[in-house]
């Protein structure tokens, strides 16, 4: 299990993350996502013991992964910029991965196979989405206990990220791994993710399973005989007011039968619900707090 | 407990290691190619011996810049910082493996030299000092260059570093050259070794107790060691290392990239280079008028505005720069006026008479415009210093000569004019030395320009002492005694 506790950094003046805290357990695959500066590459870094903490720990399974050496070997932290040193091919890289990582051959040989990878090939001159897929190949082949994933979806193209998605779930199903995934594809993280988190101005202001929080918030389309304003739903956690005419559409946040008994007593001529996917529920989130995201 | 990052290293670099192996001990046995005499065999092996130095010497720069260069690049940070393998442990196999290298290459190539051709007449004990040495010297140098190189933020500004950070005991050397060259009358040059700039560069320390060792162990020759130099490289490293904790294990991973502002880094190596300059320019400005310098003054300030700019990345002149440069300017020209008003804070006047074997006076005096006329007269007077008493009259003379030379020199800025200037008397050299006849790295050195003409007499006091010499269009441009010339003349 992953704790963050009262995470704190600042670069220079800029304070990145305020005091984050954050629970991942084992077994998931976290979805974190926020606005281009939000933060989000910084706590992977932090997470993966790249940065040091300005204030607060990132412990995992009881240890903290800045101090201990040890725990970052079950840590696989793909950035979103990936170095390989110049003239290095697949089974150069693999040498460092197998001397200093619990490295799993048989692992290795099985992404090599799926990724479409020869060893021999010089990682240099290959394309953003192969190197994108050597990434992740060593990512998998190490055993690890948590995988981070910086904009991991990056140049992969559909039958890489097909395959890739497969093989996480079958990591976290047989070894029980969790992983963090950030990405501003989230049509690609409501596929895979079981959880979230958003990112925004140094902290984490929405998190918890995909699923619940999505039912927690519903997009409602009414039509109603009188013209009404966004005051006569203030009894209602209005995320979002659009209205053309006497036509509106709310997203509100609040369990669907409980908001809908409340839509009805102000008896609308029409009432539709609609579920809303996860990238609305980020801009739906985001906006309610009055912040805008690039869609 | 195994390392795995030093196996790692060790793996991934075997190639190389064994191929740059090979090249330095094929480089450093070139001596040999050809020549086989016994005779020649120990200067080739001296030669060999210090390729193979010098080549180290190069791997102790090149590999701190290799083995480190990942600091700097915000990508290769995530890959090596993010591996099981701690800072300390990473800064400490990376420095161990650099020493490895260049230390291995140069022990495993001396003792092949060794065992081929010393074996016979090179004192193993004396063998094992020189590496003894060696290897602190190249630890020294290594942590060193790997601390220059991690104060800055981008590789570009780390390689800068180094070389600014090598090149500042020349600075500090110049800078007291051009002091005791303008400020001080009669000393003229002060050796390297001598000055407190040897001790802030390990290369020199280094090449210079290398070469006695060397000296000692292969030609047998007697010198001295300078312990400083093996106490300070120690001292050195010590201090380093501390620096090294601080800017590896301790560094900030964000700095990645970023602008070298780290005060070790560009603010301290510009700002000491400015300093440095700016005295001497002081120094000259104070000797020569501002009409000289003023061009270099201009130079400066553009060369500072330039490396401000490689410093930030962009072109920026603020007031705080501006104030530094004007008061850096202002300060070193009021240095620069108590330097000449104290007589060179005192050193003019305080000179040694003793120390060594002989005390020599020695120099030429314009006849054109004095009394002897129309020739011009060499002379030198060479005195053991146990004979010191037995030349008190002529030592008396020269010093009472001396002092008024230092007293002109102050009174006026044109004391170094030429033969074309009237007021050019004559020159005084005053040595001491252990080896009159030969050369001596030790020898001490004062020049002046007599403050007035030697008359006749004069010349026959020193006549009396030492040896006098004639020479001009009346002597057909040969060197005549004066006795003789005397003689000739009727005077």
Redesign the interface.
Same mark, same amino acid.
Request: aromatic residues 20%; hydrophobic residues 40%.
């Given at each position: 299990m992953l704790e963050i506790n009262n995470l704190y950094k600042q670069?220079k003046d800029k304070e990145v993350l305020k005091d984050l805290n954050l629970t991942v357990s084992g077994g998931s695959i976290f979805g974190l996502v926020g606005i281009n500066g939000a933060g989000k590459s910084t706590l992977l870094?932090l997470i993966? !013991?790249? =940065? #040091?903490p300005d204030g607060g720990a990132v412990i995992l399974d009881g240890v903290n992964t800045f101090k201990d #050496? !040890?725990?970052?070997?079950k840590?696989a932290?793909v950035?979103d910029?990936? =170095?390989y040193p110049v003239g290095s091919t697949i089974d150069?890289l693999k040498?460092?991965y197998k001397?200093? =990582?619990d490295f799993n051959e048989e692992a290795y040989q099985k992404y090599l196979q799926m990724f479409d990878l020869q060893p021999k090939m010089t990682i240099t001159n290959l394309s953003k989405g192969m190197k994108r897929r050597v990434s992740l190949l060593f990512a998998l082949s190490i055993n690890a206990k948590l995988i981070l994933l910086d904009e991991a979806y990056d140049g992969l193209e559909p039958l890489a990220r097909l395959r890739f998605k497969q093989a996480l779930a079958e990591l976290i199903e047989e070894e029980n791994v969790s992983v963090i995934i950030s990405s501003h594809n989230l049509k690609e993280l409501e596929d895979i993710c079981d959880s979230f988190g958003i990112l925004e101005d140094g902290k984490i202001v929405s998190y918890g399973d995909l699923l619940e929080s999505k039912d927690m918030i519903h997009k409602y389309q009414l039509a109603f005989h009188q013209e009404l304003t966004r005051d006569d739903f203030k009894d209602l956690d209005l995320l979002h007011f659009e209205n053309e005419g006497r036509v509106y559409q709310l997203v509100i946040r609040g369990k669907e039968a409980e908001v809908t008994e409340k839509l009805q007593a102000m008896n609308p001529a029409l009432l539709d619900v609609l579920q809303v996917n996860f990238e609305e529920l980020f801009i739906y989130e985001l906006e309610s707090r009055g912040n805008g995201y690039e869609k | 407990m195994k390392n795995k990052f030093f196996e790692y290293l060790l793996k991934n670099r075997s190639i190389a290691i064994v191929f740059f192996g090979v090249l330095y001990i094929a480089l450093s046995f070139t001596p040999f190619i050809g020549s086989h005499s016994t005779t020649v065999i120990r200067d080739n092996l001296t030669s060999m011996f210090f390729i193979a130095m010098l080549m180290s010497t190069l791997l102790a720069f090149a590999l701190p810049v290799i083995l480190f260069s990942y600091v700097h690049s915000k990508r290769s940070v995530d890959l090596y910082f993010a591996l099981p393998v701690s800072r300390s442990k990473q800064l400490t196999t990376n420095i161990c493996f650099a020493f490895i290298i260049a230390f291995g290459y140069f022990l495993i190539t001396t003792l092949i030299g060794y065992i081929l051709f010393g074996l016979s007449y090179i004192n193993f004990l004396q063998f094992a000092v020189l590496q003894g040495y060696i290897a602190i010297y190249l630890l020294t140098l290594i942590i060193f260059n790997t601390l220059f190189f991690l104060v800055a933020n981008n590789v570009f500004d780390g390689i800068v570093m180094i070389a600014a950070y090598c090149f500042i005991p020349i600075l500090l050397y110049m800078t007291a050259i051009s002091f005791v060259d303008t400020m001080v009358a009669g000393l003229e040059m002060i050796e390297f070794g001598d000055s407190l700039a040897a001790f802030a560069s390990p290369i020199y320390m280094g090449f210079s107790t290398f070469i006695k060792l060397v000296s000692r162990m292969v030609t047998h020759e007697t010198n001295k060691i300078n312990v400083l130099y093996i106490i300070v490289p120690i001292i050195l490293a010590i201090l380093g290392s501390y620096g090294l904790y601080r800017h590896f294990v301790l560094r900030k991973t964000e700095r990645a990239e970023q602008v070298s502002d780290e005060l070790f880094a560009y603010p301290i190596v510009i700002h000491t280079y400015a300093i440095l300059v700016l005295l001497m320019l002081g120094f000259n400005t104070v000797r020569f008028g501002m009409g000289f310098t003023l061009p270099l003054y201009l130079v400066l300030l553009f060369i500072y505005i330039v490396a401000t700019f490689v410093y930030r990345r962009k072109i920026q002149v603020n007031w705080k720069n501006l104030a530094f440069f004007g008061i850096g300017m202002a300060l070193s020209l009021v240095i620069a006026n108590g330097a000449w008003l104290t007589e060179g804070f005192g050193v003019s006047r305080n000179y040694p008479l003793d120390g060594k074997k002989y005390l020599i006076y020695s120099g030429l005096v314009n006849g054109y415009g004095s009394e002897i006329g129309g020739v011009n007269i060499s002379y030198t007077v060479e005195i053991p210093i146990d004979k010191k008493d037995e030349y008190k009259e002529i030592i008396d003379f020269f010093e009472e000569k001396r002092q008024k030379a230092i007293t002109k020199y102050y009174d006026t800025n044109k004391a170094s004019t030429y033969v074309s200037d009237s007021t050019y008397y004559g020159e005084l050299l005053v040595e001491l030395t252990d080896t009159p006849n030969s050369y001596d790295p030790k020898r001490k050195t004062y020049y002046y320009t007599y403050a007035e003409s030697l008359t006749i007499n004069e010349m026959k006091l020193i006549d009396k002492y030492g040896e006098v010499n004639v020479s001009g269009e009346k002597t057909d441009y040969e060197e005549v005694p004066l006795e003789e010339y005397l003689e000739e003349e009727g005077k």
């Open positions: 670069f870094r993966a !013991g790249v =940065y #040091e #050496e !040890g725990i970052r070997k840590i932290f950035s910029e990936q =170095y150069s040498l460092m001397t200093i =990582y | -």
